[in-house]
């Protein structure tokens, strides 16, 4: 089967284009993007004129529900909605139930999501039994089941000799380690940050320092370890700083930031509204700032979509007890390039910080439109105005404030390997 998408601008950070070129595809392989040559006959053609052309997203955060909490959501519906937010990866954390920390288990998920046809799902295995922080996973049989890395997802490992020995382990097989800093005894039961809003609100707090006191330990555990690490869903502008000067050591840290933290700040929770509710908190205007310098500098090298689906009644508990966290896999797109479309990134570090960056970080093959590739790609409409609304939503979590936002661009058809998963109707 061979394809031609002709007449697109094509964005590809990994290769440095960001112009008009036709991709050329046969069975799952891109056979080349620039001119089409004569010689290339297509059995279909795509026309992508006006459209944006960018490699498959690759999602570093993205919660399935499946196996154990199916009644909020499941491995199809949500590799669909990747599908239709223009992902054909998705990373998943490992606090499923039960727990990725067996082969098994690793093996069980990419096999029901390559069954379902839409996103591939690379797994994390757990970095302890249990989450619990006590007892070293085997980090190396879970790596050879598939997982792309190892975390203890949103639990802490308060034991500091714990987790110097994990890393130490895991660098002996160079697994990435991925890593949410915290400080458990710092963040206690807090929901919002620490600050005039959470002092007005009367809501307890979680203050700046529950973060980067978990950022300064761990940074100091990578440096004495050599383990390469991934910190994930920074929402402080003192994280980025530390980072930043981590990396001007040579450390090997890399890491990421949910596009809601670019997008909004503890003034969006207005009183009380618990679609705002995630973990880590909204933070100040300074803090989002600072985020978006912090891509727009190469500091923080991905955005993700922290995806977390909820059932409805979720959010409609009082604040403290509302579940934290958004469903945000449809919309990881369009909103980045809402900040592209006012300036505050460039076109290319916005991409390739939803591509290659994170494609790189997992240590697969993807996130570009390399000659030879596989053909994962999205077809986007950068003017298409359209309100997103749940009736057009594909995950069955509805817990997103940007329900009723008008969005500013929309993808139009995703292809894995070559082959259609998701093509906008009407």
């Given amino acids: 089967m061979k394809t031609l998408i002709r007449g697109g601008h094509v964005v590809d950070p990994a290769n440095g284009l960001d112009g008009l070129a036709d991709i050329a595809i046969e069975n799952d392989r891109i056979v080349f993007t620039g001119a089409a040559p004569d010689d290339f006959q297509p059995d279909q053609e795509i026309d992508a004129t006006g459209r944006l052309v960018l490699p498959g997203l690759v ?21 669909e909605a990747a599908a239709a937010g223009g992902i054909t990866r998705v990373v998943c954390p490992p606090d499923t139930s039960p727990l990725i920390d067996t082969p098994a288990m690793a093996n069980m998920i990419r096999q029901r999501a390559d069954a379902c046809g839409f996103a591939r799902v690379h797994p994390l295995g757990a970095l302890t039994a249990g989450l619990a922080g006590e007892r070293l996973t085997d980090m190396a049989m879970l790596a050879g089941a598939g997982c792309v890395g190892v975390s ?32 458990p005894w710092l963040m206690g039961n807090g929901v919002i940050h620490e600050g005039e809003i ?23 555990l990578i440096e004495t370890s050599g383990a390469r ?33 670019l997008l909004l700040s503890e003034r969006d929770i207005g009183a009380f509204d618990t679609r705002y509710k995630v973990i880590p908190p909204l933070r100040t205007e300074r803090d989002r700032d600072a985020l978006i310098a912090g891509v727009r500098d190469g500091v923080i090298g991905v955005i993700c979509s922290d995806h977390q689906p909820h059932g409805a009644d979720a959010k409609l508990a009082p604040f403290s007890e509302a579940a934290a966290g958004i469903s945000g896999i449809e919309t990881l797109l369009p909103l980045t390039l809402s900040l592209v479309d006012r300036g505050a990134l460039p076109r290319l570090a916005a991409i390739a910080a939803l591509t290659i960056n994170p494609a790189r970080i997992i240590g697969v093959d993807a996130g570009h439109l390399s000659p030879g590739a596989i053909a994962d790609l999205c077809i986007v409409n950068p003017s298409h105005r359209w309100q997103f609304t749940p009736e057009k939503m594909h995950s069955r979590g509805r817990n997103s404030p940007f329900l009723g936002v008008e969005l500013g661009a929309r993808v139009e058809r995703t292809l894995r390997a070559g082959q259609t998963v998701f093509e906008l109707s009407g």
């Fill in 59 to 79: 999602d570093l955060c993205v919660r399935l529900r499946e196996p154990g909490e199916e009644q909020k959501a499941t491995i199809a519906s949500e590799t």
């Fill in 229 to 261: 690490a991934h910190m994930a869903n920074l929402s402080c502008g003192r994280s980025v700083a530390m980072v930043s000067e981590g990396r001007q050591h040579g450390l090997p840290v890399s890491a990421s930031v949910a596009i809601h933290h």
């Fill in 198 to 220: 959470s002092t007005r609100l009367g809501l307890p707090a979680i203050p700046e320092a529950a973060e980067t006191v978990g950022v300064a330990r761990d940074l100091a």
């Fill in 152 to 183: 203890n997802g949103l639990r802490a490992v308060d034991n500091t000799l714990v987790m110097r020995r994990a890393m130490q382990y895991a660098s002996t097989y160079d697994i990435p380690v991925f890593l949410t800093p915290q400080d």
